[in-house]
């Protein structure tokens, strides 16, 4: 049982910076690999980072490479995404997801998801 619970959201105007919190609860949740999705109006709900629980490299989306970065602090049982240089396309919804041994970096293969943050960038 995981619970996860995102924070940090809101508005910004393009070239700003945000940092997305995910706290995890759960006995199991230290364990788990770690993504942010994000979810815009008539879109499918895409990847933008994964970090796994093993320590190897976190993955980044094409669109963010570069302007986000993912980690976390296994102390607070919390995963962050730091958002720079933001552009008006982060518009979204983003979510925090935990998941065993995912290895395809796809929704469905995350067990457990936080009930999302908005992320509006304005021009």
């Known amino acids: 049982q995981v619970q996860l619970v995102e924070s940090g959201g809101g508005m910004v105007q393009a070239g700003g910076s945000l940092r997305l919190s995910c706290a995890a609860s759960g006995r199991t949740s230290s364990g788990y690999d770690m993504g942010w999705f994000r979810q815009s109006p008539g879109k499918e709900r895409q990847i933008v980072a994964h970090i796994p629980w093993s320590g190897a490299r976190p993955y980044y989306s094409d669109s963010v490479a570069g302007r986000f970065t993912v980690s976390r602090d296994i102390a607070k049982n919390t995963v962050y995404l730091q958002m720079n240089n933001l552009i008006p396309e982060d518009t979204a919804v983003y979510y925090c997801?935990?998941?065993?041994?995912?290895?395809?970096?796809?929704?469905?293969?995350?067990?457990?998801w936080g009930q999302g943050t908005q992320v509006t960038v304005s021009s």
């Open positions: 997801a935990a998941g065993q041994n995912v290895r395809v970096l796809t929704a469905v293969r995350y067990s457990y």
